[in-house]
């Protein structure tokens, strides 16, 4: 991969598959907590996608013989996986995947904020505008939003998912830190080990979570079936990517792309759990993917001065 166009557009497209991974997880949770626990359900795929990283368990175990990396990845790690899934299964008890992934999208406003605090991170007055824009999308998106069934109470679990967005900032500025000299999927293995030591024991508490209840009818073995996808392919393709992308942009760059997922979501909710779409929210959504295109575009100095001089 020498070609220097390659290398530029790679880590993107790689980001822009981890955010459709992320995007059908809202809905494979939905129909994951139809018949099962949101302890269960973690616990589940953490344990698939822990299986399929033992290649990187060397790999792990040497990262681990650094003090210093070793508390930046058990802060991570305990941000996300741990936290972050304890609080979004538990949003998506009481709302819709739809307008769950809107909440998620305010989490590039945060890294952005975060990195520029913490990592130093510049950030131009052209990503802030799209940041800005997306921001307004998604809370345009979520009061355009209906009550149904499978959302009993969106005000609580939009509130529990920006919990889980809070969280994955601590993560994504932990992967940052810490991917410039380790490989990605390493990160993602970690991710599997910790939260399957997190959740397996969390399974055998006498809680009874009440089931929840779809807009439309599904084979009974869906539920099943999605535990492991979200074990394979959301924990290991989605943060694998991700991760990917971190490692080669900034903090804030690979963040951005997270505006796509309400989008992605919304489409997805669409097309398999029938969940309406009002004509604000395609308008909001149309707001969220142009905030997100003009905190990514770039424009040279030659391109400014001419634009100046024109």
């Given at each position: 991969?020498?070609?220097?166009?390659?290398?530029?557009?790679?880590?993107?497209i790689a980001l822009i598959i981890g955010?459709?991974?992320?995007?059908?997880?809202?809905?494979?949770?939905?129909?994951?907590?139809?018949?099962?626990?949101?302890?269960?359900?973690?616990?589940?795929?953490?344990?698939?996608?822990?299986?399929?990283?033992?290649?990187?368990?060397?790999?792990?175990?040497?990262?681990?013989?650094?003090?210093?990396?070793?508390?930046?990845l058990l802060g991570g790690v305990i941000?996300?996986?741990?936290?972050?899934?304890?609080?979004?299964?538990?949003?998506?008890?009481?709302?819709?995947?739809?307008?769950?992934?809107?909440?998620?999208?305010?989490?590039?406003?945060?890294?952005?904020?975060?990195?520029?605090?913490?990592?130093?991170?510049?950030?131009?007055?052209?990503?802030?505008?799209?940041?800005?824009?997306?921001?307004?999308?998604?809370?345009?998106?979520?009061?355009?939003?209906?009550?149904?069934?499978?959302?009993?109470?969106?005000?609580?679990?939009?509130?529990?998912?920006?919990?889980?967005?809070?969280?994955?900032?601590?993560?994504?500025?932990?992967?940052?830190?810490?991917?410039?000299?380790?490989?990605?999927?390493?990160?993602?293995?970690?991710?599997?080990?910790?939260?399957?030591?997190?959740?397996?024991?969390?399974?055998?508490?006498?809680?009874?979570?009440?089931?929840?209840?779809?807009?439309?009818?599904?084979?009974?073995?869906?539920?099943l079936f999605a535990i492991f996808y979200?074990?394979?392919?959301?924990?290991?393709?989605?943060?694998?990517?991700?991760?990917?992308?971190?490692?080669?942009?900034?903090?804030?760059?690979?963040?951005?792309?997270?505006?796509?997922?309400?989008?992605?979501?919304?489409?997805?909710?669409?097309?398999?759990?029938?969940?309406?779409?009002?004509?604000?929210?395609?308008?909001?959504?149309?707001?969220?993917?142009?905030?997100?295109?003009?905190?990514?575009?770039?424009?040279?100095?030659?391109?400014?001065?001419?634009?100046?001089?024109?």
């Amino acid at each position: 991969m020498n070609s220097p166009f390659l290398q530029k557009i790679i880590p993107h497209i790689a980001l822009i598959i981890g955010m459709a991974a992320w995007a059908s997880s809202f809905i494979s949770l939905k129909v994951a907590l139809t018949e099962y626990s949101p302890f269960e359900i973690v616990a589940g795929r953490m344990i698939v996608s822990s299986i399929i990283c033992i290649p990187f368990l060397k790999a792990l175990f040497e990262l681990l013989k650094n003090k210093r990396k070793r508390l930046i990845l058990l802060g991570g790690v305990i941000c996300e996986p741990c936290l972050y899934f304890l609080f979004e299964t538990s949003a998506l008890r009481f709302t819709s995947s739809a307008q769950a992934g809107m909440v998620l999208a305010i989490m590039p406003l945060a890294v952005g904020f975060c990195a520029w605090l913490l990592l130093k991170e510049k950030q131009t007055l052209q990503a802030w505008i799209g940041f800005v824009m997306a921001f307004f999308g998604v809370f345009w998106l979520s009061f355009s939003g209906e009550t149904t069934v499978s959302a009993p109470n969106p005000f609580l679990g939009n509130m529990l998912e920006l919990g889980a967005v809070l969280c994955a900032v601590g993560y994504t500025l932990s992967c940052r830190s810490l991917t410039s000299d380790m490989s990605p999927w390493v990160f993602t293995a970690a991710m599997g080990y910790c939260g399957t030591l997190f959740y397996v024991p969390l399974t055998f508490l006498p809680i009874e979570f009440t089931p929840v209840v779809l807009d439309v009818e599904i084979p009974s073995w869906m539920p099943l079936f999605a535990i492991f996808y979200l074990g394979i392919v959301v924990s290991l393709i989605g943060y694998g990517f991700y991760n990917y992308g971190v490692a080669k942009l900034s903090a804030t760059e690979a963040a951005a792309y997270i505006n796509l997922i309400p989008v992605l979501t919304l489409a997805i909710g669409v097309v398999f759990l029938q969940e309406r779409l009002t004509f604000e929210q395609y308008v909001a959504s149309a707001l969220i993917l142009g905030g997100m295109l003009l905190s990514q575009c770039k424009f040279s100095k030659k391109s400014r001065t001419a634009q100046r001089t024109a």
